[in-house]
């Protein structure tokens, strides 16, 4: 396949998206990826395609009489729904942020009480759903993530970020936002130009460290579970996403090395969803993500979505 598709009537309503072909990676690339659900699909297809697909955050123990990491057992992933939880990562990766006890906070929110009996649960202001029993427990546990997550930034050759949602929670006594509730956090609807410059600075100290790295930009097909605004869902969802991709777009014309793979497009016009209406079937993030390596591996000649198997 040569070129993109131009004309609307060709693209069968939408569901035949024409993918140029972009050589980024082969068989010994290693990719790092980060951001919720969606990333994590994408970095076990990597994997069951016998890519190096990190972080790889199964080897890290931890005693679960007072130390917890929500279902990092099961699922072998750290969510992060958000382009400020993904630059604070990054921050961290790259030194431009210290932890500090004082990111270590109580908390009684619904899920982390209970955990360890007796003694008050404490919560990793970064990564959500990271408990321990006290703050030096905590600590001790985040920053052995904190170390697995740095070394697959910097040895990667190709950084794929998935951006999933623009509905903020900013903490109260930190200066820190998640997009998980917590009893101290303050509800932030973010704007496009706080959601671009997350982005733009992450691509900035990907490119001042990592100058070789690849970028790959995507959008979350996966709808927003509930809203906080006073919206309707579907509405609040849209303007989410809308944002979002907008920022990608902005960014990836300022800067024409960074790829952007469509994944909210093919979501849109095709019926790829679980029953619950928000997971993407298993069938479908094969058929995304194979059409993700006919136009991104270094033998691609591009693809259209229609196509790939």
Same mark, same amino acid.
């Given at each position: 396949?040569?070129?993109?598709?131009?004309?609307?009537?060709?693209?069968?309503?939408?569901?035949? *998206?024409?993918?140029?072909?972009?050589?980024?990676?082969?068989?010994?690339?290693?990719?790092?990826?980060?951001?919720?659900?969606?990333?994590?699909?994408?970095?076990?297809?990597?994997?069951?395609?016998?890519?190096?697909?990190?972080?790889?955050?199964?080897?890290?123990?931890?005693?679960?009489?007072?130390?917890?990491?929500?279902?990092?057992?099961?699922?072998?992933?750290?969510?992060?729904?958000?382009?400020?939880?993904?630059?604070?990562?990054?921050?961290?990766?790259?030194?431009?942020?210290?932890?500090?006890?004082?990111?270590?906070?109580?908390?009684?929110?619904?899920?982390?009480?209970?955990?360890?009996?007796?003694?008050?649960?404490?919560?990793?202001?970064?990564?959500?759903?990271?408990?321990?029993?006290?703050?030096?427990?905590?600590?001790?546990?985040?920053?052995?993530?904190?170390?697995?997550?740095?070394?697959?930034?910097?040895?990667?050759?190709?950084?794929?970020?998935?951006?999933?949602?623009?509905?903020?929670?900013?903490?109260?006594?930190?200066?820190?936002?998640?997009?998980?509730?917590?009893?101290?956090?303050?509800?932030?609807?973010?704007?496009?130009?706080?959601?671009?410059?997350?982005?733009?600075?992450?691509?900035?100290?990907?490119?001042?460290?990592?100058?070789?790295?690849?970028?790959?930009?995507?959008?979350?097909?996966?709808?927003?579970?509930?809203?906080?605004?006073?919206?309707?869902?579907?509405?609040?969802?849209?303007?989410?996403?809308?944002?979002?991709?907008?920022?990608?777009?902005?960014?990836?014309?300022?800067?024409?090395?960074?790829?952007?793979?469509?994944?909210?497009? *093919?979501?849109?016009?095709?019926?790829?969803?679980?029953?619950?209406?928000?997971?993407?079937?298993?069938?479908?993030?094969?058929? *995304?993500?194979?059409?993700?390596?006919?136009?991104?591996?270094?033998?691609?000649?591009?693809?259209?979505?229609?196509?790939?198997?």
């Amino acid at each position: 396949m040569t070129g993109v598709n131009e004309f609307w009537q060709r693209s069968k309503r939408g569901r035949a *998206i024409t993918l140029p072909a972009r050589p980024l990676f082969d068989r010994s690339t290693k990719f790092f990826l980060i951001g919720s659900c969606f990333a994590m699909e994408i970095k076990n297809y990597l994997r069951d395609e016998a890519y190096i697909a990190a972080p790889d955050l199964a080897p890290i123990s931890f005693d679960p009489a007072c130390q917890n990491i929500d279902k990092l057992r099961q699922y072998n992933h750290v969510n992060h729904f958000d382009t400020f939880s993904m630059r604070q990562e990054f921050e961290l990766g790259f030194g431009e942020r210290t932890r500090r006890l004082a990111d270590c906070m109580a908390t009684s929110a619904r899920g982390a009480t209970g955990l360890f009996p007796g003694v008050a649960t404490v919560e990793d202001c970064y990564r959500p759903y990271t408990y321990a029993s006290s703050p030096e427990a905590l600590m001790e546990l985040a920053l052995r993530i904190d170390r697995v997550f740095q070394a697959s930034i910097v040895q990667a050759d190709v950084i794929v970020c998935t951006l999933g949602l623009t509905e903020v929670w900013r903490r109260r006594h930190v200066d820190l936002l998640s997009s998980v509730p917590q009893p101290d956090s303050v509800f932030h609807r973010s704007s496009f130009e706080e959601n671009l410059a997350n982005v733009r600075r992450m691509v900035e100290m990907i490119r001042s460290t990592l100058p070789r790295t690849e970028i790959v930009l995507t959008v979350s097909p996966v709808p927003l579970v509930r809203t906080f605004t006073s919206d309707d869902v579907v509405v609040a969802n849209m303007e989410s996403k809308s944002i979002l991709r907008a920022v990608v777009g902005e960014v990836c014309r300022s800067d024409p090395r960074i790829v952007y793979f469509p994944s909210y497009e *093919i979501a849109q016009y095709h019926d790829v969803f679980e029953e619950d209406g928000r997971h993407v079937r298993r069938e479908w993030t094969r058929r *995304i993500f194979s059409a993700f390596l006919a136009s991104c591996s270094r033998t691609a000649s591009g693809v259209s979505v229609a196509e790939a198997r």
